[in-house]
Nanobody, 128 residues
Framework: QGQLVESGGGLVQAGGSLRLSCAAS????????MGWFRQAPGKEREFVAV????????YSADSVKGRFTISRDNAKNTVYLQMNSLKPEDTAIYYC?????????????????????WGQGTQVTVSS
């Protein structure tokens, strides 16, 4: 397991962009799927995107497809979430999570319970 620290959140106008980063500690980073989740005020936490250890496989929620891109740099132990064309409904706390070692399919990888460790979250606010 490892520690995760997110950064890059902030306030942006609708239509703008942000790139979130998640720095991970631990020697097994490249072996693990890494995911992004978000939680809006008054709502349950929801899946955003996930990437395999090699970076060759990604899955993302329908609500962000075509706008958000997940990537990783294993040499830097960092996973990214590039967010473009942001909408007010993207306002949430964004969490990085890690843990899965195998591709169990998008349905399972979208579940919070598939992840062993989480970051503290970073706030993203999109104004209209």
């Amino acid at each position: 397991q490892g520690q995760l620290v997110e950064s890059g959140g902030g306030l942006v106008q609708a239509g703008g962009s942000l790139r979130l980063s998640c720095a991970a500690s631990g020697r097994t980073f490249s072996s693990n799927f890494m995911g992004w989740f978000r939680q809006a005020p008054g709502k349950e936490r929801e899946f955003v995107a996930v990437i395999s250890g090699s970076g060759s496989t990604t899955y993302s929620a329908d609500s962000v497809k075509g706008r958000f891109t997940i990537s990783r740099d294993n040499a830097k132990n960092t996973v990214y979430l590039q967010m473009n064309s942001l909408k007010p409904e993207d306002t949430a706390i964004y969490y990085c999570a890690g843990g899965p070692r195998y591709n169990t399919g998008s349905y399972v990888l979208a579940r919070e319970t598939s992840y062993d460790y989480w970051g503290q979250g970073t706030q993203v606010t999109v104004s209209s």
